[in-house]
């Protein structure tokens, strides 16, 4: 029997994957789990189980957590990236770090074919298909739940052939949980007006008032909450999280572009990633300088769109993640953060980087630095090509309103003829 990888989560369609591929297809059935943390040790333990007693050959939980961190997330949070001004990129993140982790299981394990449970409606079957093409060519990629147009009645009355047991209600609403936030799917969001109801978020709210945060930054990455400091950043993400979660913070509805050329909308709760984001982005307002914030917001909007789209593995991406890197050097320092039941307020920072320094000045009272001769020839100098171009350019318009003329003649007039 030849080796196949299915990137194995328990739900109905990789349960589905397992029986079809091992007794219609003939395969030896290897599953593997990435956790990008949006399982417990217990939910992971339940989907081993499962995979084994459908008779899969081998199963491996991979804990890509700090991978997922590493090669991914550290970036979003270094160019602030928001896709729309709105979305954190939960998913499509994730789904890239759990990809890349398939390809290298099929790898390892010397596999000829690889499959995942992905539907042909939306952007997640573009997204493994990629990376499966770039990093594992040659192996055959299959896609049951796509390539049969199965429905989800027809996939339980399958299993019930092979004595499997699905539950065949289907929850009011989908929900994919990782580190970056987690998406909610629903009815609402099928349609372009709709907000979800508070049963339907994952965390609910339950604290009131209003509480401040310290957030600690070293080279832009979190590395310490309050009084606590953590070993690794995605220990501090998921301690903000406690801390936000629970005030309805990070709630909001994306609307945007999919893949395949359609309009989309999805529910998502992130209070650590949206906190973490404005926090980060306000430090770097302060010890960066206008052309570096300047550069890395252009960079940054590109960077998002590309990885929403799965091209992760594309170059570009590690020259933008360069420059993205060497603009964290002194994005240092403290953030403090007001969280108050469904919103939050950056208050202000501390750093020794900070560029708003009265050493030099206070904006709009008092200069240390220059003279009010010195801003008289600036300004004049600074506008310079502005002035010259209205000179050269300068058109007597008629009362009528028609046509202009004349106007490079009466430049060259008033200059002496030298345009």
Known sequence: ????????????????????????RGYEVHSVT???????????????AHAYRLGVKSHTTVDAVKGYYDRIIRYLVYGNVLKNNT????????????????????????????????TGAGNDQVR??????????GVEIIT????????????????????????????????????????????ETLNSRGFLPEAAWPTQVTKTGEEEVKLTFV???????????????????QYLQTLAGPYGIGRDIHVGDTIIGIKGRVGFEAAAPVVILKAHHALEKHVLTKWQLNWKDQLALFYGN?????????????????????????????????????????TGIESVHDL????????????????????????????????????????????????????????????GGHV
């Open 1 to 24: 029997m030849q080796k196949i990888v299915l990137g194995f989560s328990g739900g109905l369609d990789t349960t589905y994957c397992v029986k079809y591929l091992s007794d219609e």
């Open 219 to 237: 080279k832009g990455e979190l590395t310490g909450i309050n009084d606590k400091t953590f070993a690794h950043p995605t220990e501090a993400i």
């Open 128 to 137: 493994f298909d990629m990376i499966f093409h770039i990093m594992i060519p």
């Open 306 to 346: 590309w990885l929403h789209e799965g091209q992760i593995l594309d170059p570009v991406m590690r020259d933008i993640e360069a420059f993205f890197t060497s603009a964290q050097d002194k994005v240092s320092g403290d953030v403090y953060v007001q969280l108050k039941p469904y919103h939050f307020q950056v």
């Open 144 to 187: 049951p739940i796509r390539d049969l147009r199965l429905s989800r009645e027809e996939e339980i009355e399958y299993l019930k052939t092979k004595g499997v047991e699905m539950n065949a209600e289907k929850a009011k609403y989908s929900i994919n949980k990782g580190l970056w936030g987690t998406s909610v799917g629903g009815k």
């Open 87 to 118: 979305y954190p990129l939960s998913v499509s993140a994730e789904r890239l770090s759990q990809a890349i982790a398939i390809a290298e299981h099929v790898k390892k394990i010397g596999a000829v074919a690889v499959a995942h449970g992905s």
């Open 34 to 48: 990435v956790n990008t943390g949006g399982f417990s040790a217990e939910e992971l333990k339940q989907i081993e």
């Open 356 to 415: 708003m320094n009265s050493r030099f000045g206070k904006y709009g009272e008092m200069n240390n630095g220059w003279t009010g001769e010195d801003v008289r020839g600036f300004s004049k100098i600074f506008g310079n090509q502005t002035v010259i171009w209205s000179l050269v350019n300068e058109v007597a318009a008629p009362a009528t309103g028609g046509p202009a003329t004349g106007g490079q003649d009466a430049a060259a007039a008033k200059s």
